[in-house]
């Protein structure tokens, strides 16, 4: 069985531009990512699935000159981009992950996996409910999963966004997994200029140690609560939008397929 990380990233975010490769203990972003990811015991190959543009003509340049693996495809259509990626590497399984999220933990990656294959899934997110802070969830899939999707989800959301024909079609075996405490508010993700703020400090305060646990970072909460107030304001936005989203939205549901 073959395991894939496809990591889907871009640097023409409309909020921090050029994020991913942004430096943090003196490599990019993106590096401390790829590298987090490697530390998984179940991953066979890990994927870049950047868009095809001038845009992101720096990013090709230096994932090819630092031999990382590259997929190049459309930008806004990222389903169409991440299924190609998934299927030019012959994947059997596949781990989705943003660049947005250079904390990503391997050993919740792995827990994944292992739950998908007990189980015999199509799917499992980490995500809903969240219990996990924002930044370190991620989504394991079969590859026929992925390939279903692609060919049966029609809407511009869910061809921007992945996933959620997935969650909400009904056409697939889904897996929930969750923490047995929530952490949820906790905002580890890189959106903002103050997001990256709080990460790069993280990473600083672990150095010369890139492999730390999710765990380590509560516990540096406790520690060091002033890290963490760098970004409230944008933790407080983005609940309130999470807050809007759950009034507007139906639940995603675990089904059977129909």
């Given at each position: 069985?073959?395991?894939?990380?496809?990591?889907?990233?871009?640097?023409?975010?409309?909020?921090?531009?050029?994020?991913?490769?942004?430096?943090?203990?003196?490599?990019?972003?993106?590096?401390?990512?790829?590298?987090?990811?490697?530390?998984?015991?179940?991953?066979?190959?890990?994927?870049?699935?950047?868009?095809?543009?001038?845009?992101?003509?720096?990013?090709?340049?230096?994932?090819?000159?630092?031999?990382?693996?590259?997929?190049?495809?459309?930008?806004?259509?990222?389903?169409?981009?991440?299924?190609?990626?998934?299927?030019?590497?012959?994947?059997?399984?596949?781990?989705?992950?943003?660049?947005?999220?250079?904390?990503?933990?391997?050993?919740?990656?792995?827990?994944?996996?292992?739950?998908?294959?007990?189980?015999?899934?199509?799917?499992?997110?980490?995500?809903?409910?969240?219990?996990?802070?924002?930044?370190?969830?991620?989504?394991?899939?079969?590859?026929?999963?992925?390939?279903?999707?692609?060919?049966?989800?029609?809407?511009?959301?869910?061809?921007?966004?992945?996933?959620?024909?997935?969650?909400?079609?009904?056409?697939?075996?889904?897996?929930?997994?969750?923490?047995?405490?929530?952490?949820?508010?906790?905002?580890?993700?890189?959106?903002?200029?103050?997001?990256?703020?709080?990460?790069?400090?993280?990473?600083?305060?672990?150095?010369?140690?890139?492999?730390?646990?999710?765990?380590?970072?509560?516990?540096?909460?406790?520690?060091?609560?002033?890290?963490?107030?760098?970004?409230?304001?944008?933790?407080?936005?983005?609940?309130?939008?999470?807050?809007?989203?759950?009034?507007?939205?139906?639940?995603?549901?675990?089904q059977e397929p129909n």
């Amino acid at each position: 069985m073959k395991i894939i990380a496809v990591v889907t990233a871009r640097l023409s975010s409309k909020r921090l531009p050029g994020k991913i490769l942004m430096p943090i203990l003196g490599m990019p972003m993106i590096e401390l990512l790829i590298q987090r990811l490697s530390f998984s015991k179940k991953i066979n190959q890990i994927a870049i699935a950047i868009p095809k543009n001038e845009k992101n003509k720096k990013l090709n340049i230096y994932l090819k000159k630092n031999k990382h693996q590259v997929f190049q495809g459309t930008e806004k259509n990222v389903l169409k981009r991440f299924y190609k990626a998934a299927k030019l590497y012959k994947a059997d399984l596949v781990v989705r992950i943003t660049g947005d999220s250079p904390l990503i933990d391997a050993n919740i990656i792995d827990s994944l996996i292992n739950k998908l294959i007990k189980n015999k899934k199509d799917y499992i997110v980490s995500n809903n409910p969240a219990t996990f802070p924002d930044g370190v969830d991620a989504e394991v899939m079969t590859f026929k999963a992925i390939e279903k999707c692609y060919n049966l989800a029609k809407s511009n959301y869910d061809k921007e966004h992945v996933t959620p024909y997935i969650r909400n079609s009904g056409k697939f075996k889904i897996l929930y997994y969750q923490y047995k405490k929530d952490y949820s508010n906790q905002r580890w993700c890189v959106d903002e200029k103050n997001d990256f703020k709080v990460v790069k400090k993280i990473f600083e305060h672990f150095n010369p140690r890139i492999n730390f646990g999710w765990l380590e970072v509560i516990k540096l909460t406790k520690k060091k609560p002033k890290i963490f107030e760098i970004n409230k304001n944008v933790r407080i936005k983005n609940e309130y939008k999470k807050q809007i989203a759950l009034t507007t939205l139906s639940p995603l549901m675990s089904q059977e397929p129909n």
